[in-house]
């Protein structure tokens, strides 16, 4: 009866004992030798039987509901011959995440029983070193059977410890080795095999627990050998040949579809992740969720750099877009090298003996892209690529004593194909290749062919090259039917030394006086000029002095879309020979094969040569006119024979590619010097194809494609032998427009009597009255260097050298006092008289003898006070108005006037030239005088 009674008091002593002890226990327990019972325990459940071992799960719970409810388990290992077995109880989905019980036989009969806690690996769980909840009661090793009691209590809420839910399902995965050996920290603690393993769920109070299927290691293992193979297979070998065979036909169909194949890949390989158990508070899952972020984001920005080589709107920023999907492309694919790593050391821990094959896989492809990249890059820039090889020394930058001190020498910047280090062994013209002159490369063109022209004579095609050139097909299109030399061997700043900025004016000071001096009897005007001055250094320097300021030029550096192409690309290039351009297609072949080795290239007004836009400002509010200011692309490449200037009624040719198609227009250039600077006046029109295109570019983002000088100059473009000497331009000019048509007008009244760098006779004595203004005296001659348009300009009296301000009514015209010209302008709105303003005011202020202005405004409207200048008729031009006029300055009646002394110039919209002609012819005209500028083409 005692020893009845005195077993239960002891059973209570023992639970009581080890509850106090439940939070300081450490690890390593040693267990009490003892045989737990499994019969006393309400439940169990044989988690493996086979193979000749078993593995069973006993357990009870008690205190239920109180708060010392505990888990009171014992595990249990069968089979023969077992030695340092193990068993492991895991709380827990995967052993990534899972807390775990194991139980060790040592030694002899020695029990060691302790917590563990997961590496996030597949490797042996870590001793857990902490407080314990999982107290060791009692185990032995007997008959072959490995068992071990415990408790542990089912809510720590330490913060630490997994709490164990009552009121559902458990998550359980166990785990055992019959025979394990010594792992990579020397204990008795190896892997388990591949079925000694498996998972569960636990409902520890109903006293159930059914099995599920475990996480398959293989998913994971396809997983991490996909994810490997496309990032650093697929991706890296898409890089690559992006970057190095992009002188490839179809080099961007490749990268294209690895990628598109790399990222099915990674879908496909995420979706299987995607089937197991992720814990995303690894460093392995977060890295990989940020990848697959930005995987998109890459994506995107590869779509819009694709569409950027063809959509107008995305070409402004591709540059931008272009760098981001580069730097973005190369930090995912070093992260990826990490990710992968993390991933390694998850399924095959560097420790493990394990796996050994797949991390060598790994530091093979790693080792063999470094060396790839690394190798290949040295190559490149030691034997492939090439560096700008600048300019011929033939340019000249010379300080000079005239006040106007630098000149830049244009012209002798051509750079041939033979002045390159690259041999061109394909580079052959054969006598059967086509021949082409500008004319007929640009019908070519314009029948839907891509042709372009490299050091003026070798004709390729760049047809293959449409969806596969790195800088997009705008640029192939831009430069289609043009010389591409500089593009292809050059950066943008090449000839950046080279370039001095047009000096800028001194303001107009307002102290100044009008120019309202009395102009005398100008008899002196047709003196001789003597050959000297023809050559005087000082008008040549003038001459060669820049039209460009410094933000043209910033402008036109950003408008090139050059680059230094590698030895591969030139060598493709000359693969695409196509043909040869010549001056003139009945020209010997022999004799242009002589002629091989000039560098030279002949002024053809049929070739397009590309420049930049540099101004886009309109000049009206309500009429929408708007002024375009153009700079030639490459202002140092001069042409052999190229004109100094655009002469009053020609006209030059523009092209551009509109929603597919070659659109061309001719307009009516300004310009105070050569062809590399000049500005177009445009009026807008709502449905216009060309002036909507024109309106909606921003300065510096396109190059166009401009030719000519194309029409019969209106005044003989011979110079005379004599200073104001009239035989080289009618007595009587008579200009009638109709809108836009008075550019033409312009024009003439800028060459004729508003020109800059041509020399003017003083004819009145002028005595400075201000410290910036010349002194000047009769017979004196002065250079215009800028015009004020108010009777003013700033010019270098020839005779001095000194520059100052000086009133253009001292001077005579250019084209003697004794001519008269006469515009009759006819417009629907006032706004639409601000139109050429500037040059009719500074002409009438200048020589108000030789012109006479007369506007009419068709709307019956007023311009504002000073608005524009002239005789103003509020309304339409009518036949009585124009006999009126021309009675008073066309003289109908004087038979005796030779016809060549006289020339009505019409110019206007459809219907306007026509109506003009009738009136005229009725009037009485000569219309031998007469002659019609079209608004859509040129004669």
């Known amino acids: 009866?005692?020893?009845?009674?005195?077993?239960?008091?002891?059973?209570?002593?023992?639970?009581?004992?080890?509850?106090?002890?439940?939070?300081?226990?450490?690890?390593?327990?040693?267990?009490?030798?003892?045989?737990?019972?499994?019969?006393?325990?309400?439940?169990?459940?044989?988690?493996?039987?086979?193979?000749?071992?078993?593995?069973?799960?006993?357990?009870?719970?008690?205190?239920?509901?109180?708060?010392?409810?505990?888990?009171?388990?014992?595990?249990?290992?069968?089979?023969?011959?077992?030695?340092?077995?193990?068993?492991?109880?895991?709380?827990?989905?995967?052993?990534?995440?899972?807390?775990?019980?194991?139980?060790?036989?040592?030694?002899?009969?020695?029990?060691?029983?302790?917590?563990?806690?997961?590496?996030?690996?597949?490797?042996?769980?870590?001793?857990?070193?902490?407080?314990?909840?999982?107290?060791?009661?009692?185990?032995?090793?007997?008959?072959?059977?490995?068992?071990?009691?415990?408790?542990?209590?089912?809510?720590?809420?330490?913060?630490?410890?997994?709490?164990?839910?009552?009121?559902?399902?458990?998550?359980?995965?166990?785990?055992?080795?019959?025979?394990?050996?010594?792992?990579?920290?020397?204990?008795?603690?190896?892997?388990?095999?591949?079925?000694?393993?498996?998972?569960?769920?636990?409902?520890?109070?109903?006293?159930?627990?059914?099995?599920?299927?475990?996480?398959?290691?293989?998913?994971?293992?396809?997983?991490?050998?996909?994810?490997?193979?496309?990032?650093?297979?697929?991706?890296?070998?898409?890089?690559?040949?992006?970057?190095?065979?992009?002188?490839?036909?179809?080099?961007?169909?490749?990268?294209?579809?690895?990628?598109?194949?790399?990222?099915?890949?990674?879908?496909?390989?995420?979706?299987?992740?995607?089937?197991?158990?992720?814990?995303?508070?690894?460093?392995?899952?977060?890295?990989?969720?940020?990848?697959?972020?930005?995987?998109?984001?890459?994506?995107?920005?590869?779509?819009?750099?694709?569409?950027?080589?063809?959509?107008?709107?995305?070409?402004?920023?591709?540059?931008?877009?272009?760098?981001?999907?580069?730097?973005?492309?190369?930090?995912?694919?070093?992260?990826?090298?990490?990710?992968?790593?993390?991933?390694?050391?998850?399924?095959?821990?560097?420790?493990?003996?394990?796996?050994?094959?797949?991390?060598?896989?790994?530091?093979?492809?790693?080792?063999?892209?470094?060396?790839?990249?690394?190798?290949?890059?040295?190559?490149?820039?030691?034997?492939?690529?090439?560096?700008?090889?600048?300019?011929?020394?033939?340019?000249?930058?010379?300080?000079?004593?005239?006040?106007?001190?630098?000149?830049?020498?244009?012209?002798?910047?051509?750079?041939?194909?033979?002045?390159?280090?690259?041999?061109?062994?394909?580079?052959?013209?054969?006598?059967?290749?086509?021949?082409?002159?500008?004319?007929?490369?640009?019908?070519?063109?314009?029948?839907?062919?891509?042709?372009?022209?490299?050091?003026?004579?070798?004709?390729?095609?760049?047809?293959?090259?449409?969806?596969?050139?790195?800088?997009?097909?705008?640029?192939?299109?831009?430069?289609?039917?043009?010389?591409?030399?500089?593009?292809?061997?050059?950066?943008?700043?090449?000839?950046?030394?080279?370039?001095?900025?047009?000096?800028?004016?001194?303001?107009?000071?307002?102290?100044?006086?009008?120019?309202?001096?009395?102009?005398?009897?100008?008899?002196?005007?047709?003196?001789?000029?003597?050959?000297?001055?023809?050559?005087?250094?000082?008008?040549?320097?003038?001459?060669?002095?820049?039209?460009?300021?410094?933000?043209?030029?910033?402008?036109?550096?950003?408008?090139?879309r050059t680059h230094v192409h590698t030895r591969l690309a030139i060598q493709k290039l000359s693969k695409m020979l196509v043909g040869e351009l010549v001056p003139d297609l009945d020209q010997p072949y022999a004799n242009i094969d002589a002629d091989a080795a000039s560098t030279g290239r002949t002024f053809d007004p049929n070739e397009y040569r590309r420049y930049a836009l540099v101004e886009n400002s309109p000049i009206t509010q309500g009429a929408s006119i708007y002024k375009f200011r153009f700079c030639l692309l490459y202002p140092y490449d001069v042409r052999d024979g190229e004109p100094l200037g655009f002469l009053p009624g020609q006209a030059i040719e523009i092209q551009a590619r509109i929603n597919g198609r070659l659109i061309t227009r001719f307009y009516s250039p300004q310009t105070d010097g050569n062809l590399s600077v000049f500005e177009i006046d445009v009026k807008i029109y709502p449905h216009g194809t060309m002036t909507q295109y024109l309106v909606k570019q921003k300065p510096g983002d396109r190059q166009f494609k401009i030719r000519g000088p194309f029409g019969t100059p209106l005044v003989n473009p011979e110079r005379p032998l004599h200073l104001g000497s009239s035989d080289w331009v009618p007595r009587r000019l008579i200009f009638i427009a109709g809108g836009t048509g008075i550019t033409p007008f312009l024009q003439l009244i800028k060459y004729l009597l508003l020109p800059v760098l041509e020399p003017l006779r003083v004819t009145t004595d002028y005595a400075a009255t201000l410290e910036d203004e010349l002194t000047l005296t009769r017979g004196d001659r002065v250079l215009v260097k800028h015009h004020y348009f108010d009777g003013w300009a700033i010019g270098v009296n020839v005779r001095t050298g000194m520059e100052g301000a000086f009133p253009l009514t001292v001077t005579s015209p250019r084209c003697s006092s004794h001519v008269s010209i006469t515009l009759i302008h006819g417009v629907q709105t006032a706004s639409e008289t601000i139109l050429g303003n500037e040059f009719i005011e500074g002409a009438l202020l200048a020589y108000a003898d030789c012109i006479q202005v007369h506007r009419f405004i068709a709307d019956g409207t007023l311009p504002a006070d000073g608005a524009a200048t002239g005789i103003i008729y509020p309304a339409r031009l009518g036949a009585p108005d124009l006999e009126s006029i021309l009675r008073q300055r066309w003289p109908l009646d004087d038979e005796q006037e030779e016809v060549e002394r006289k020339r009505m110039f019409v110019c206007g919209p459809t219907g306007f030239d026509s109506w003009v002609v009738d009136v005229v012819s009725e009037i009485g005209v000569d219309t031998r005088c007469l002659t019609v500028l079209p608004s859509d083409r040129v004669i």
Request: proline share 4%; hydrophobic share 45%.
């Open 1 to 560: 009866m005692t020893a009845t009674m005195a077993m239960p008091t002891m059973r209570w002593c023992f639970w009581l004992l080890s509850a106090c002890l439940l939070w300081t226990v450490r690890a390593d327990i040693e267990v009490p030798l003892g045989i737990p019972n499994p019969t006393s325990l309400q439940n169990h459940k044989t988690f493996y039987e086979g193979s000749g071992y078993k593995h069973a799960f006993h357990w009870s719970i008690e205190n239920a509901g109180t708060p010392n409810q505990t888990l009171h388990g014992i595990l249990e290992l069968n089979g023969n011959n077992m030695k340092w077995a193990w068993i492991g109880l895991g709380w827990g989905r995967t052993m990534l995440d899972a807390q775990f019980i194991v139980c060790h036989q040592l030694a002899g009969q020695s029990i060691e029983m302790h917590e563990h806690e997961s590496t996030g690996a597949y490797k042996p769980p870590y001793h857990y070193y902490g407080a314990q909840v999982t107290i060791p009661i009692r185990g032995a090793f007997n008959n072959n059977t490995l068992l071990c009691e415990f408790n542990r209590k089912t809510d720590p809420n330490d913060g630490i410890h997994i709490n164990l839910n009552l009121n559902s399902f458990t998550d359980v995965i166990w785990a055992f080795n019959p025979n394990s050996a010594k792992n990579y920290e020397e204990k008795w603690f190896s892997y388990h095999e591949k079925d000694h393993r498996g998972a569960a769920q636990a409902d520890l109070v109903g006293g159930s627990i059914v099995s599920i299927p475990a996480k398959s290691i293989e998913r994971k293992q396809l997983h991490g050998f996909g994810m490997m193979a496309v990032w650093l297979g697929l991706f890296p070998f898409s890089v690559y040949y992006a970057r190095y065979l992009r002188s490839t036909v179809g080099w961007l169909f490749v990268h294209l579809t690895l990628q598109v194949l790399g990222i099915i890949g990674i879908i496909a390989f995420f979706v299987i992740i995607l089937t197991e158990y992720i814990a995303l508070s690894r460093p392995h899952a977060i890295l990989g969720l940020i990848l697959i972020s930005f995987i998109a984001v890459q994506l995107v920005l590869g779509i819009c750099n694709i569409l950027g080589l063809s959509n107008e709107s995305l070409s402004r920023v591709r540059k931008w877009v272009r760098r981001s999907h580069n730097l973005l492309g190369a930090a995912l694919i070093l992260t990826a090298v990490a990710q992968v790593a993390l991933g390694l050391e998850t399924l095959f821990p560097w420790v493990e003996p394990r796996g050994k094959g797949a991390w060598a896989v790994f530091f093979a492809l790693v080792a063999f892209w470094v060396t790839a990249f690394i190798g290949t890059e040295a190559f490149f820039w030691i034997s492939v690529r090439r560096t700008d090889i600048g300019m011929p020394q033939k340019q000249m930058v010379q300080k000079s004593d005239k006040p106007f001190a630098t000149k830049v020498e244009r012209g002798g910047t051509s750079v041939t194909l033979t002045e390159t280090t690259v041999p061109l062994d394909h580079t052959q013209i054969r006598p059967d290749m086509p021949r082409f002159t500008w004319a007929t490369l640009n019908q070519a063109v314009m029948n839907g062919e891509l042709l372009v022209v490299a050091n003026g004579r070798y004709v390729y095609s760049i047809a293959q090259w449409m969806t596969s050139h790195p800088g997009g097909q705008l640029i192939l299109h831009a430069v289609n039917g043009t010389d591409i030399t500089n593009d292809y061997f050059h950066e943008a700043g090449f000839d950046a030394e080279e370039f001095v900025p047009k000096p800028e004016a001194p303001a107009q000071r307002a102290e100044r006086t009008q120019a309202t001096l009395h102009r005398q009897a100008a008899s002196i005007a047709s003196s001789e000029v003597t050959a000297g001055y023809r050559q005087s250094s000082i008008v040549q320097e003038m001459k060669l002095s820049p039209l460009m300021a410094e933000r043209d030029w910033r402008l036109v550096v950003r408008s090139r």
